[in-house]
T-cell receptor
Framework: KAGVTQTPRYLIKTRGQQVTLSCSPISGHRSVSWYQQTPGQGLQFLFEYFSETQRNKGNFPGRFSGRQFSNSRSEMNVSTLELGDSALYLCASSANLDTQYFGPGTRLTVL | SQQGEEDPQALSIQEGENATMNCSYK?????LQWYRQNSGRGLVHLILIRSNEREKHSGRLRVTLDTSKKSSSLLITASRAADTASYFC????????????FGQGTRLTINP
């Protein structure tokens, strides 16, 4: 099976802009989770979607949002970008059996 | 905030030696998982151990879990240069819950 894919792999934006990141899970996986990784805060859970519904949410401001489509693909959106949003954004999919399979990540740089 | 605390933060050993990394956590868990990350890329799942298990093996990996001490260890035997990476523990509070809480990681360097 193909692994989790994320697009784009790299992104440069300026403060105040918005960005949309995409994640395609492993075929058959219905759960998609998003994480933010920064040198200072480490890996932090953003949210999880299952069957197009947000099932879990981390402690991030409302500028961070996401959605899941009927084919389980997911997008996350960050509006009004801040410098501190620069990070590696990781998507993970799961067959709902605890183990998560991560994609290569999208590295977002906010200038 | 991070639930897991990993120790040491960095570890450098010679190829062929064993590497041990420790992880402590704060609240009750359903499972604990170890992941590897190479140079800021995606995470690779290594092993999952459930709260009712004490030890698990996978190839050169051995994981222990002590729920009374809220701690876990990952042992990599006969290390190889390709094992150079960052290693993270992550805890899952409920079965099937996809919200993992990660530690800060241990940076492992294997010297040839």
């Amino acid at each position: 099976k193909a692994g989790v894919t994320q697009t784009p792999r790299y992104l440069i934006k300026t403060r105040g802009q918005q960005v949309t990141l995409s994640c395609s899970p492993i075929s058959g996986h219905r759960s998609v989770s998003w994480y933010q990784q920064t040198p200072g805060q480490g890996l932090q859970f953003l949210f999880e979607y299952f069957s197009e519904t947000q099932r879990n949410k981390g402690n991030f401001p409302g500028r961070f949002s996401g959605r899941q489509f009927s084919n389980s693909r997911s997008e996350m959106n960050v509006s009004t970008l801040e410098l501190g949003d620069s990070a590696l954004y990781l998507c993970a999919s799961s067959a709902n059996l605890d183990t998560q399979y991560f994609g290569p990540g999208t590295r977002l740089t906010v200038l | 905030s991070q639930q897991g605390e990993e120790d040491p933060q960095a570890l450098s050993i010679q190829e062929g030696e064993n590497a041990t990394m420790n992880c402590s956590y704060k609240t009750s868990i359903n499972n604990l998982q170890w992941y590897r990350q190479n140079s800021g890329r995606g995470l690779v799942h290594l092993i999952l151990i459930r709260s009712n298990e004490r030890e698990k093996h996978s190839g050169r990996l051995r994981v222990t879990l002590d729920t009374s001490k809220k701690s876990s260890s990952l042992l990599i035997t006969a290390s190889r240069a390709a094992d150079t990476a960052s290693y993270f523990c992550a805890t899952g509070k409920e079965q099937g819950a996809q919200k993992l809480v990660f530690g800060q990681g241990t940076r492992l360097t294997i010297n040839p």
